[in-house]
């Protein structure tokens, strides 16, 4: 991008954050916020307009997803690079992010040089990840991925099954469950089972621990 400054656009729902975000770009002569937006439709519709070199989704917004949005956004504006930004680091939001080829994902608890370095790095076509996500992942000649294999299994459960674990988590009964989802006993025994084998987790303390990890329920 040399000659000219990296255009970027914003997402977040924080409008105090987007107002930052702007004065801090306008303190660096090398970026140049060009949209903003409060929410994943807005961010859509802003990339489109705007055309920009990155665009910064916030992970957390509400409307449709902020993954949904950054394949639309990548659909619409090819040559955009993508940057999450985000309070959370739980490995289902890390994968969620590599898949859909995120060039960089930025911690919120990171010093705001990070993403001025997120921005410059990716802009010329590198990537760049948090030191917290950097211990999740491993980048080599195949790209990044997640160094581990257990917490890419959450991705393979079910609806039904990501609702069974959350309860199991808050320590309801079958029984419990089963009445709050309107379930046969049976039928939560089929789902417990089944994420039992997907997570290969054998026990509930297990199942609870793994929940927290993932930020589904609060310790």
Do not use: W
Request: aromatic content about 4%; proline content about 3%; glycine content about 8%.
């Amino acid at each position: 991008m040399k000659g000219r400054p990296i255009t970027v656009v914003i997402a977040d729902d924080h409008a105090l954050l987007r107002s930052a975000f702007g004065l801090l770009l306008r303190s660096h002569g090398d970026s140049r916020l060009v949209g903003a937006a409060a929410d994943a439709d807005g961010a859509i519709a802003t990339a489109a307009a705007a055309k920009p070199d990155v665009v910064i989704l916030d992970i957390d917004m509400p409307g449709r997803g902020s993954f949904e949005a950054a394949r639309e956004i990548k659909r619409s504006c090819p040559g955009a690079r993508v940057i999450f930004l985000s309070a959370y680091v739980q490995d289902r939001f890390v994968e969620q992010a590599l898949a859909v080829e995120a060039s960089a994902y930025v911690t919120k608890g990171e010093p705001p040089e990070a993403i001025l370095k997120a921005i410059r790095t990716v802009a010329e076509g590198g990537v760049y990840f948090s030191p917290q996500v950097l211990d999740r992942i491993v980048i080599d000649s195949r790209g990044a991925r997640l160094a581990t294999v257990q917490q890419s299994r959450f991705s393979t459960l079910t609806r039904r099954e990501r609702e069974v674990l959350v309860l199991v988590a808050r320590g309801k009964s079958k029984k419990e469950i089963a009445d709050e989802l309107g379930l046969s006993l049976n039928t939560v025994n089929r789902h417990t089972s089944g994420l039992m084998a997907k997570l290969k987790i054998h026990d509930r303390v297990q199942l609870a621990r793994f929940a927290i990890r993932e930020g589904l329920v609060e310790a």
